[in-house]
């Protein structure tokens, strides 16, 4: 039979699931702040012969998203690399007419076009932190009866994990240079009047000119070049009131039913989708340039956008020096998302 420093020396696997009481900077949105007493905290406490305790332990929740339903991603690509470059095809012809040619005239010299490239550059970062336990924490906490010490902590150190490469892919990573994410790249361009106010909020005149606007102000900043986006990402308030009826003459159809099969219709595209975000609401973003709710229309394509994780996370072998005091790291290496044709973007603030 094994020794208990034996099993403890052996723990070495991630667990998947993030949920313990942990905060990433300013971009965890949690509904457990101020809803626990920090003084209360602990395995001990009192109790007395008509106490019953429940079996299992209630996770801590967090407000969590799909990453790759709003950006394509790219996971293992790069590992341990500082950089990534996506190089980018440039092209030079002249006008078309340049290139006729009529019967008797000089054809010794033919009109050239030619082509080159240029590369977008995206930085890396590596990331590693740990949990520690020593087996006097281990008997007390087995004491519990129903709580694993270190099944919790490694939870706590894969959720520190999950939520901020979540908060990165949508805000970009804190303390990096140009690690930015969907909702705040600085080669999107910001349009601050075809929303004015929450489009749950537009009168039916309101949202019949926001309706006959948006698509437009969207192909002409891509000059043409898109005219087939498939996802209108929005503020989580704004779309929970997408419910109401468009107007008076038309009760039956929501506001949402109605932009989704009209920007099916005009794009084409049955995969269009509205997304709702909560990083959009502006007490959430921390978006410090715009300070503002913002509205995000693109295209989810690889070669419009691309998130990397380098080196997914995963964790290393348990190690003691003393066989009393153990440590377990974990590691991962992120990259923030490359907008690698940011016309194909288009940014609206409300305030």
Not at 94 to 121: C, H, M, Q, W, Y
Request: charged share 20%; glycine share 8%; aromatic share 10%.
């Amino acid at each position: 039979m094994n020794t208990e420093a034996e099993t403890l020396a052996g723990v070495k696997n991630a667990i998947p699931i993030a949920v313990p009481n942990v905060r990433i900077g300013s971009h965890v949105l949690s509904n457990s702040k101020g809803n626990i007493d920090p003084t209360s905290v602990g395995y001990q406490y009192l109790t007395d012969t008509l106490t019953e305790i429940r079996s299992g332990v209630l996770p801590q929740k967090f407000y969590t998203e799909s990453i790759s339903d709003f950006i394509p991603m790219d996971m293992g690509f790069a590992g341990y690399q500082s950089e990534i470059i996506q190089n980018v095809a440039l092209q030079s012809a002249g006008g078309f007419a340049s290139g006729f040619k009529k019967a008797g005239s000089d054809n010794t010299r033919l009109e050239s076009v030619n082509s080159t490239i240029t590369p977008i550059r995206m930085g890396t970062e590596n990331w590693a932190k740990a949990v520690h336990w020593d087996l006097v924490e281990i008997r007390e906490a087995a004491n519990s009866g129903n709580w694993n010490i270190i099944e919790s902590r490694m939870i706590a150190l894969k959720t520190n994990w999950d939520l901020g490469v979540q908060a990165g892919a949508f805000l970009g990573f804190d303390g990096t240079d140009g690690l930015t994410g969907l909702l705040n790249n600085p080669e999107v361009v910001i349009d601050g009047v075809t929303i004015p106010k929450m489009i749950s909020a537009m009168d039916e005149t309101e949202f019949q000119t926001f309706v006959s606007k948006v698509m437009n102000a969207y192909v002409q900043n891509s000059e043409g070049t898109e005219r087939r986006p498939d996802r209108f990402v929005i503020p989580l308030d704004d779309y929970l009131g997408f419910g109401a009826a468009v107007s008076k003459t038309l009760p039956t159809v929501t506001k949402l039913e109605y932009l989704e099969k009209l920007f099916k219709s005009q794009t084409s595209n049955g995969d269009f989708k509205i997304m709702p975000l909560l990083y959009n609401q502006k007490d959430n973003n921390k978006l410090e340039v715009s300070g503002k709710n913002r509205y995000a229309l693109y295209t989810k394509n690889p070669q419009t956008m691309l998130m990397t994780i380098p080196v997914p996370f995963h964790m290393l072998e348990a190690g003691t020096a003393d066989h009393y005091t153990w440590t377990q790291p974990g590691q991962g290496q992120v990259s923030g998302l490359m907008i690698t044709r940011p016309k194909e973007v288009l940014y609206f603030d409300r305030p």
